[in-house]
Antibody, heavy 123, light 111 residues
Framework: EVQLLESGGGLVQPGGSLRLSCAASGFTFSSYAMTWVRQAPGKGLEWVSAISGSGGRTYYADSVKGRFTISRDNSKNTLYLQVNSLRAEDTAVYYC????????????????WGQGTLVTVSS | QSVLTQPPSVSGAPGQRVTISCTGSNSNIGADYAGHWYQQLPGKAPRLLIYADNNRPSGVPDRFSGSKSGTSVSLAITGLQAEDEGDYYCQSYDRSLSGWVFGGGTKLTVL
């Protein structure tokens, strides 16, 4: 059974940083691209970042480029999102999701989802 | 403002058929990029419902189906059930944004 378990969320002041983690199990982690998607309270879904199975290719939404960094440790079956220079508008539940391809191509979709971790940016 | 436009809400009685549209442009769906659909029940994480325009993952009932025409994709739900009530999102790739995009979401109410 595929399981994705996010952690690392919390309350942080504007300008602060957090490191989100997503522990994966039930599949060959290194064989699949992974993605972060967020959802602000009461709002819709927003794609944030994606990474290839090897970790060699990364992609970011314009809204987070230069502030967020996606990475993965295939030896630990874990996906990360380093979030820096946080703003109030970054407040959201952050979901990790897996694809069914090793590279995040244009027809990428998000097959399995975790339950999410809440990041609240407030003073 | 999403580049994929969905109606904010749709409704139907139990047993009825409803459709949810997702209209894009020649930068995304119209550029022959696939459309995908997700269901989000209240308080839950999203769940993949339809991928690559009209394919169902294992475990998704055949009451859910997808189609594509031009710059739009659509989700049809037949035999509407109370447990279908929730939010539905379309998703595709946009070449102008060089990234993956979601529609704004549609709230389905079962009357």
């Amino acid at each position: 059974e595929v399981q994705l378990l996010e952690s690392g969320g919390g309350l942080v002041q504007p300008g602060g940083s957090l490191r989100l983690s997503c522990a994966a199990s039930g599949f060959t982690f290194s064989s699949y691209a992974m993605t972060w998607v967020r959802q602000a309270p009461g709002k819709g879904l927003e794609w944030v970042s994606a990474i290839s199975g090897s970790g060699g290719r990364t992609y970011y939404a314009d809204s987070v480029k230069g502030r967020f960094t996606i990475s993965r440790d295939n030896s630990k079956n874990t996906l990360y999102l380093q979030v820096n220079s946080l703003r109030a508008e970054d407040t959201a539940v952050y979901y990790c999701a897996t694809s069914r391809d090793i590279l995040p191509g244009p027809n990428l979709y998000f097959y399995y989802w975790g339950q999410g971790t809440l990041v609240t940016v407030s003073s | 403002q999403s580049v994929l436009t969905q109606p904010p809400s749709v409704s139907g009685a139990p047993g009825q058929r409803v459709t949810i549209s997702c209209t894009g442009s020649n930068s995304n769906i119209g550029a022959d990029y696939a459309g995908h659909w997700y269901q989000q029940l209240p308080g839950k994480a999203p769940r993949l419902l339809i991928y690559a325009d009209n394919n169902r993952p294992s475990g998704v009932p055949d009451r859910f189906s997808g189609s594509k025409s031009g710059t739009s994709v659509s989700l049809a739900i037949t035999g509407l059930q109370a447990e279908d009530e929730g939010d539905y999102y379309c998703q595709s790739y946009d070449r102008s944004l060089s990234g993956w995009v979601f529609g704004g979401g549609t709230k389905l109410t079962v009357l």
